[in-house]
């Protein structure tokens, strides 16, 4: 019998939403009975969304298999549902409130605008070298992050910055282990 691990964990002000390694999201309300449901694949990456009326009701999940599920709260009901043919979601981020309107950053570095109100449900946007870590919208520019590297490009793709944010960190010399302290015998 395989004992569950939790993955991933979100808490908020209305309560806990935990995702375990064989695909089992629970959300847990501060007031009110949890609830559980079974995804396909590992989930990687939660995000909460705040309703209209304040409290959050729904969650966006990133799985390994490079989909995203939009479930209810409290209740887990699958709403909408995005299939990205880009490896598994590394980083999700709204694009706006009101509608089910993400990017999606991949672990190869695909960026895609995911809407459940458009044709074209899932849209490659433009791609970076590396893995997504982290993206961010700010105005007309999106931020991606790729471990220290920062993206800023601008929704067509095109690239207004790259900086590597490890060159303003000084690098200390490292000690070799010939170089260890010698305590004579007994210490």
């Known amino acids: ?12 002000n209305d309560g806990t939403l935990v995702a375990m390694n064989d695909g089992t999201v629970a959300w ?11 995804l396909e694949g590992l989930p990687t990456v939660l995000l909460a969304l705040r309703g209209p009326m304040g409290p959050i009701d729904s969650a966006v999940i990133g799985t390994a298999d490079g989909e995203v599920v939009v479930l209810t709260l409290p209740r887990l009901e699958v709403v909408a549902k995005f ?3 880009s490896g598994s979601i590394r980083a999700i981020t709204l694009v706006e409130e009101g509608a089910f309107h993400f990017l999606v950053g991949t672990q190869h570095g695909a960026v895609w605008s995911v ?6 449900r899932a849209e490659l946007i433009f791609s970076i070298d590396g893995p997504v870590s982290s993206l961010r919208i700010e105005g007309e520019l999106v931020h991606v992050r790729s471990g220290w590297i920062h993206h800023v490009r601008a929704w067509d793709g095109s690239s207004h910055d790259i900086r590597n944010t490890a060159e303003s960190y000084t690098t200390r010399k490292q000690r070799r282990l010939r170089d260890t302290y010698f305590l004579p015998y007994p210490a």
């Open 1 to 12: 019998m395989q004992q569950r691990t939790i993955v991933r964990s979100l808490t908020t």
């Open 28 to 38: 847990r309300p501060l007031e009110g009975r949890p609830t559980r449901t079974l």
């Open 83 to 85: 299939t990205l043919k």
């Open 115 to 120: 809407c459940d109100h458009r044709a074209e």
